[in-house]
């Protein structure tokens, strides 16, 4: 008796307890001003930079403020979370003006490609939605986003979710050749129209694990080309391009590489041929690499902490988060995880921030885009913790926008003072005209011909090995005609785009399906000797 009653005291206690430990009122409740920020960025980063603005905040207005992050996955997420919130948001305010939420204006209020008359009058229905989107105030409740790619954000703008945040009007000073500067070896720094606007700059690269690749015998990484060596079997980590955009972006990397050399070498300057070309070459160097991935795990962050960990040997991602784990795991003065941008692997671009339509603390917003640029904010991404404005206690190892942040003054404070991003993009040109509006279509063939039929991909990649690579068998392995610039430009690009989300589906399975038996014809080759 005395044992149930025992017992029965700590049920009561374990269901208690929470609730009496739960803080009288939210924590959001004690500040003043509250900003809501949607954000792929690591806790880090949200850490400091809400410590920081909070500081900026009250020095300015003697008002506190809290920052309440969103965090609802990688940039994939987040832009599937906004298209879905200012769907559901419009349509009530479409509705509550009286008109049907029709299929013509859920396909046109946020379509880009929806052209205005200058006269509303003649405007179609589905115009008349558009029209309406764009000069509405409708929102989600969110004010700013914070975080992903120049890619993302022009996807957004484009779609009318993001506004102006009038930050190039305010500030005018911060920008141009001798500030921020509209373009960088081809890759864009702001919008014209100031709706988003670089906060941090980034590269892409290799990260690897100096211990594991001293047991396995082998030489470092050094190039794109290396991670697809046979060496590397079953020892590189990879992010699903679909589900993160650094990764993704990591792998156009590796396109433009390609078709840059293509176009260099050609004999006669043809671009449109020296283009598809390297789209195939570097579609079959990523198919290489993809046969020697022990996984693709859906968020880039898990590549440089399995790396780090021993778990792969090396792998592809953004810098900063090859740099921040690499400072994680670091004893002394060494780490055992390297991260190394290759030598004209690698265009330098930016992870922009933006207010979005609606945003229900509107000046609080434009406060937190001046912070972020102003010379207070941008210390944040690279100085030591403890140095003069640096960060508190997270190094965040991010590269600032504002030239003025790589001064010799500034050396001693850094994090990273012998790297200098504007002098590095000198030796990579992005041609956005060449990959940019394929970039989706990017994500989508990874998917299809090497994540879906990855342990046929794999069963074939070894055989091939064990034969030493016989011509038949792997010409076979490497036919990606089926994915090849003209099919990736004139038929999946439009099927992607498609409203119609069954002709993406059934796409998808047919290709999967044709690489599945390709990578089985190309092993029983193999095996055969063929």
């Known amino acids: ?84 919130e200012f769907f559901a948001a419009f349509g009530a305010h479409w509705q509550r003006l009286g008109h049907p939420w029709s299929a013509e204006a859920q396909a046109a209020f946020d379509n880009p490609s ?30 700013v986003l914070f975080g992903g790619g120049a890619y993302d954000f022009s996807a957004q703008a484009s779609a009318g979710r993001l506004v ?112 598809a070309e390297g789209w195939k070459e570097g579609l079959q160097l990523i198919q290489r690499v993809a046969a020697n991935a022990r996984y693709f795990t859906d968020s880039a962050t898990n590549v440089p902490v399995d790396v780090a960990q021993g778990d792969a040997a090396a792998g592809m991602c953004i810098d900063f988060y090859g740099r921040a784990q690499s400072e994680a795991v670091q004893k002394a003065d060494s780490s055992r995880l390297h991260y190394f941008t290759p030598q004209a692997g690698s265009s330098v671009g930016v992870d922009p921030i933006g207010i979005l339509r609606g945003a229900p603390h509107r000046k609080l917003a434009e406060s937190f885009v001046d912070f972020v640029l ?43 003072p012998g790297v200098f991003p504007y002098e590095d993009a000198r030796g990579f040109v992005y041609h956005p005209g ?40 792997t010409a076979r392995f490497s036919d990606l005609s089926a994915v090849d610039y003209e099919a990736a430009n004139e038929t999946i690009r439009p099927a992607l785009a498609d409203a119609n989300r069954l002709v993406e589906v059934r796409l998808a399975k047919q290709l999967s399906d044709h690489f599945r038996r390709q990578y089985l014809e190309a092993q029983e080759l193999a095996q055969q000797g063929k």
Not at 117 to 135: C, E, I, V
């Open 1 to 84: 008796m005395v044992r149930a009653l025992v017992v029965i005291l700590l049920l009561v206690v374990v269901i208690v307890l929470p609730f009496a430990m739960r803080p009288k009122k939210s924590l959001l409740a004690d500040a003043q001003d509250t900003l809501v920020v949607i954000t792929p960025h690591n806790e880090a980063i949200r850490s400091e930079f809400s410590r920081a603005f909070a500081a900026w905040h009250l020095a300015r207005t003697g008002r506190t403020v809290r920052v309440d992050w969103r965090m609802p996955g990688g940039t994939s997420e987040i832009a599937r979370y906004l298209k879905g």
């Open 114 to 143: 929806v052209s205005l008359p200058g006269d509303p009058a003649r405007d179609t229905p589905a115009q008349a939605a558009r029209r309406a989107f764009l000069g509405s105030d409708t929102g989600i409740g969110v004010d």
């Open 164 to 275: 102006d945040s009038g930050i190039l009007r305010r500030h005018p000073e911060w920008f141009g050749e001798q500030g921020i500067p509209p373009e960088v070896s081809g890759e864009t720094f702001f919008d014209p129209a100031g709706r988003w606007t670089g906060a941090a700059i980034s590269s892409f690269g290799i990260c690897y694990n100096a211990d594991v690749i001293r047991e396995m015998g082998v030489s470092p990484p050094l190039s794109w080309d290396d991670l697809g060596n046979p060496q590397f079997l079953n020892r590189i980590a990879l992010a699903d391009p679909t589900k993160s955009g650094s990764a993704a972006k990591a792998f156009e990397m590796i396109l433009q590489q390609q078709m840059q050399e293509r176009l260099r070498d050609s004999r006669t300057g043809d671009e449109r041929s020296s283009v």
């Open 374 to 416: 102003s010379k207070e904010g941008q210390k944040l991404w690279n100085f030591r913790p403890g140095t003069p404005g640096g960060p508190v206690h997270y190094a965040l190892r991010r590269l600032p926008i504002r030239k003025e942040l790589y001064a010799d003054e500034y050396a001693p404070f850094r994090s990273d």
């Open 434 to 473: 060449w990959t940019a509006p394929l970039f989706k279509t990017l994500g989508f063939v990874i998917r299809v011909a090497f994540l879906d039929p990855h342990d046929e991909l794999v069963g074939a990649w070894k055989a091939l090995m064990a034969a030493g690579f016989p011509p038949l068998a």
